[in-house]
């Protein structure tokens, strides 16, 4: 039985902990409550918004409509042999404690994904990624109900159409689709343990420890604790812009000028240049503005210091764009969702 809430704060509701309201509020915490949910007049006559953990979004005001809280938890096993085992976990399941669960029993794939803020149904929304993996790599299938009609539709991985912090859910599907639960394939042997990303391997070293499923996510627990500001702590919604893909021939150019620029490069000419060490390059990296800031030990993560609004962090966030625009011609796209 659903109850829709009147005047709610959200401060509890997202990460970035930025006072603001919800019109009407409701948490659903079973499919049926979400189908109860779409025939009530409240949910007909209001806009609405999907919110996970709140950790990929900015609210630069009020919300002037219908908050959900996706509330699905559980983990069951879908199947399993003696190789592989699919996981089905509810979307309102927090991500960290999913990764926990397979760490604990050894179940192999989602080891390099540790810490990371957010519920498995905001997972394939921005197809989460760190230390080398994406979560793309693990879904088989996500399952998905009808804002409109109510009806559940289950997406294989390429229907998700999969992209770097991408996905249909947060392009040609928005909003139409309320995702329940989502499937994940770990490995029982046989794990492809990744340790491609320096810092894991370096951890490694300097613990003596071999890589195994429990050691990368320690490394990676403790890599993240150093770097990224914990949002229980100061308010912050991980990387806030994405890492830009520019042209060769931009990169070369701008080596000339600054020879020690990152670069990744992938196979059609393009790319990959940490938005980080643009930041950083520009003076931003702990600077303090009021409230909000950026954070000392990574360049790419807002925060909110206290009582900072979501229109100091977008002030924040356009200087910052501008800035690195001007020095680089670089143009970075936020990665979160600014609403
Ligand atoms: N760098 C700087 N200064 C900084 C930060 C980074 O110079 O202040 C440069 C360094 O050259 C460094 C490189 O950027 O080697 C990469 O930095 P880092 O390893 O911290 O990773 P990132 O590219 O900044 C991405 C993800 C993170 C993820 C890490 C680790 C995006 C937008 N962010 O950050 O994801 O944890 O890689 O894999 O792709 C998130 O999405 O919220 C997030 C935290």
Known sequence: MIRIQEHVDLLPYNTFKIAAKARYFVSVTTVDELRELINHPVYKQNTHLIVGGGSNMLLTGDYNGLVIKNDLRGIETVSENDATILLKA???EPWHAFVMFCVTNNYGGAENLSLIPGTIGAAPMQNIGAYGVEVKDLIQTVEAIDTTTGELRVFTNEECAFGY???VFKRALKGKYFI????LSLTKKDHKLNTSYGAIQQTLDQQH???SIKTISDAVISIRQQKLPDPT???????FFKNPTIDQSHYETLKKTHPEIPGYFSDNQKVKVPAGWLIEQCGWKGKTIGNVGVHPHQALVLVNYGNGSGENIQTLAQDIRDSVNKKFAIDLQPEVNII
Not at 233 to 239: E, L
């Open 90 to 92: 509810g979307a309102g």
């Open 180 to 183: 329940s639960s989502v499937t």
């Open 209 to 211: 420890a071999t890589a």
């Open 233 to 239: 702590v100061i308010g912050n919604a991980g990387s």
């Open 165 to 167: 912090r991408e996905s």
